[in-house]
């Protein structure tokens, strides 16, 4: 797996680097800026790229202004953005027409290594990763005549944990639950929200992130 990384502090960008070799990923790029990571894709094809959102020169949104160039430049290289803080205003712009092949991390996350190696291979894959924190701060919206109102506790940790991109299988292990009863509440959730129960992992997250944004 080819991954590029574009990070102005150089021990943190060292650091991600390190790990991702570790994990038997090939590092083609470090990057300082957006400019020279979208120099570097232009000659380096990569499978993803793990950007910050906030690079110079304004280390204010640069990184996803580069994200989003990627995406429309590149739709097969998945893009990974990492942020210091919850930025969901900036997070809703880069997941505004798909969630397939996109990630979005705290920097936190970094320090729990499988984690995040186990995030950057499922977007490379073209799947999803999203921040809990995120997926929170989501759930917690409050809109008249609110959907998610109808869904029970339960249901609302296993959604919580469908928009973080984990299978069905994953959220039962997590919450110690049979296959069978998690299909049960996918099932309940997607009946009670009005969506579509589509066949794969990444096409579910859309369509819970799509419905929160609305």
Known sequence: MRVAIAE?????????????????????????DA?????E?????VDVVVVD????????????????????????????????????????K???????????LLKDRISDVKEFLAAVRRVAA?????D?????TLLSRRRTDDPLERLTRREREVLDLMAQGNSNQGIADKLVLTLRAVEKYVSSIF????????????????????????
């Open 94 to 104: 880069l997941l505004a027409d798909s969630a397939e092949g996109v990630g979005y």
């Open 132 to 136: 809990p924190i995120i997926v929170s």
């Open 191 to 214: 009946t009670k929200l009005q969506l579509p129960a589509t066949g794969t992992e990444s096409r579910r997250v859309l369509a819970v992130l799509l419905f929160l944004r609305n």
């Open 41 to 45: 894709l232009g000659s380096e094809p």
């Open 53 to 92: 959102i906030r690079l110079p020169p304004t280390h204010s949104d640069e990184g996803l202004r580069a994200a989003l160039e990627i995406r429309a430049r590149f739709p097969s290289t998945g893009v990974l953005v990492l942020s210091q803080y919850v930025e969901l205003g900036l997070a809703m």
């Open 126 to 130: 073209g799947g999803s990763a999203i």
């Open 8 to 32: 102005d502090s150089v021990l943190l960008r060292e650091g991600v680097a390190r790990l991702l070799a570790e994990s038997g990923m090939d590092v083609v790029a470090q990057c300082g």
């Open 35 to 39: 400019e020279q990571l979208l120099a």
